[in-house]
């Protein structure tokens, strides 16, 4: 689903913290700052923050939900809300002298870039993801009307059985999906969501002034937030797919879809009327609201992991504390240490202090604001779990398997949890020596770079031929005209050796390594296909190179 960061112009709320609060804090200040307070007093006061913490936060879900239209997809949290949401800060006092810087830097955090490509949210763009989804749930459950007449149209009636035979083909992959519900998985495979979308489409259309066909209709939100719940679904299952023929249905459901509103915008305004009826957005808000209390107690799970008893989710003081930049950084770790995972699922820093974790229902990555450890081990830690869930639910339990024939009578989940840890954050760093040798072995085969094939980057992953083929054609552009970077031509020399042509690639990573020098995966790439070319003398070269251009790297190993 769409992931948003923006922070608005504040919307109207009732002045003044509730009285639960104000008693909570006035407490816990009071016993902080007696020398002879009784532990077991403290801890109560503690406890009854973050009772006050929760309660202020389903009072704020459900005023900014009671405030929402169903026409808007985003929900209107004022600034405070989002240091509430996202940093725990209930109260400034609890804070100190220094309360308006750290409130400054939490802005300041708060408003910061997420690291491209990925995704690194806090609780209250969760919220509002989670929001978007279940509108987007009961919009298609009500949706009826278009499916009768496309179903029947000349224009249009070839079209959609072509689509149906394809969803039947791609339906069991869309099953035990991450943060894919089976309800969206359905209404998907059942082409419900397109029909929606042609719904949309043709309500925008009778309803656009003549001659502003360019203009924002209020509609184009909505247009756009389902056609990104529809990609997400389709990347999932891009991703999960075991063969190049699925891909390509993928590719063509992709241009059926596009066919059909062709040929729905060449209809007449009038072909038939639209009875519109608004979306009941109170089994919406109770849903969300539903949410809320399903992070409170898998956040206690977090903290319970991480040998807490509580998950801390008040902010009492300036700790360190998980940021988008940090979590980003060590994602590009992963990404280079385990090239076989994916990273498009949500990272979602939340207020709390524990263990990281991965949620499969809805594809998110949990990460705590401010960890036990530290965030590099927060987030392998959650990503580790990931792997074991993906492992068991996909993938027939087949690393578990390999794993316990190296390692019998150990636990899987603790033992393969540590030597993931390792392999990212030690060997990921050029550090071998501090991995077991036969975990080592193990993760070299399953997990690591296979020796054999060049690095494929994130951008070629689950990629058709005819997208290759198309992306290399722009690639080939941007070199025409002196506007090629060396990640364009890395690409290149990919492609180019996925299509078995050895010289061309090797020429390609050639240019690549002269414009990035210092770039591990691309020397590491070039030396593998001269390797494979039986150059023995040019492949060792690079692959020398290779682990002393890129120290403390995994291609030092």
Request: neutral net charge; hydrophobic residues 40%.
């Amino acid at each position: 689903m769409p992931e948003s960061r923006h922070d608005g112009d504040d919307p109207p709320r009732q002045p003044g913290a509730p009285a639960r609060s104000d008693e909570a804090v006035a407490e816990y200040l009071r016993l902080a700052a007696s020398a002879d307070a009784a532990p077991e007093a403290f801890n109560k006061a503690v406890a009854r923050l973050e009772s006050a913490f929760w309660k202020r936060v389903d009072d704020v879900v459900a005023a900014v939900l009671d405030a929402a239209e169903p026409s808007v997809s985003s929900l209107q949290f004022s600034v405070d809300d989002r240091l509430l949401l996202d940093f725990g800060l209930l109260d400034e006092r609890l804070l100190g002298a220094d309360a308006q810087d750290v409130r400054k830097r939490l802005i300041e955090e708060r408003r910061s870039p997420p690291p491209a490509p990925f995704s690194v949210i806090y609780l209250s763009d969760w919220i509002e993801n989670r929001f978007q989804y279940y509108l987007t749930i009961e919009e298609v459950d009500r949706e009826k009307e278009v499916a009768e007449y496309i179903r029947r149209a000349p224009e249009t009636a070839p079209l959609v059985e072509r689509r149906s035979r394809i969803l039947s083909v791609l339906q069991p992959f869309m099953r035990h999906l991450p943060g894919v519900g089976d309800i969206l998985g359905r209404f998907i495979a059942e082409g419900r969501l397109d029909d929606l979308m042609l719904r949309l489409f043709i309500e925008r259309r009778s309803t656009s002034a003549s001659g502003s066909a360019q203009s924002r209709h209020p509609l184009d939100e909505k247009l756009l937030r389902i056609e990104a719940a529809c990609r997400f679904v389709m990347n999932k299952v891009a991703d999960r797919v075991p063969e190049e023929k699925h891909l390509q249905l993928i590719e063509e459901y992709n241009a059926l879809r596009l066919e059909l509103f062709r040929q729905v915008g060449r209809l007449p305004k009038d072909a038939f009327a639209l009875s519109v009826s608004g979306v009941d957005m109170l089994p919406v808000a109770a849903k969300v609201r539903s949410e809320i209390r399903l992070v409170k107690s898998l956040l206690n799970l977090g903290s319970l992991s991480g040998g807490i008893t509580r998950p801390h989710s008040v902010l009492l003081r300036d700790a360190p504390r998980a940021t988008p930049a940090a979590v980003g950084g060590i994602l590009e770790l992963v990404r280079d240490a385990d090239p076989g995972i994916s990273l498009d699922h949500s990272v979602l820093i939340a207020p709390f202090t524990g263990n990281g974790f991965f949620e499969w229902d809805r594809d998110t990555v949990v990460v705590s604001l401010i960890p036990v450890r530290s965030v590099d081990e927060d987030v392998v830690s959650a990503l580790a779990g990931m792997r074991i869930a993906l492992d068991a639910f996909q993938h027939g339990e087949t690393l578990k398997s390999a794993y316990e024939k190296v390692h019998p009578g150990r636990d899987f989940r603790e033992t393969f949890t540590k030597d993931y840890l390792q392999w990212v954050l030690k060997v990921g760093r050029g550090q071998k020596q501090q991995m077991d040798k036969r975990s080592f072995e193990l993760f070299l085969k399953l997990i690591g770079h296979n020796g054999v094939d060049p690095v494929v980057p994130h951008e070629l992953a689950h990629v058709t031929v005819s997208e290759k083929d198309r992306l290399f054609k722009a690639i080939l552009e941007k070199i025409h005209n002196d506007k090629a970077t060396a990640r364009d031509i890395y690409l290149a020399g990919v492609i180019r050796w996925q299509r078995g042509d050895y010289r061309a690639a090797s020429r390609y990573l050639e240019d690549a390594a002269s414009l990035a020098p210092h770039d591990g995966a691309v020397l590491y790439s070039l030396g593998i296909v001269l390797r494979n070319m039986r150059m023995r003398g040019p492949a060792r070269k690079y692959l020398v190179e290779c682990t002393r251009a890129a120290p403390q790297t995994i291609w030092q190993v």
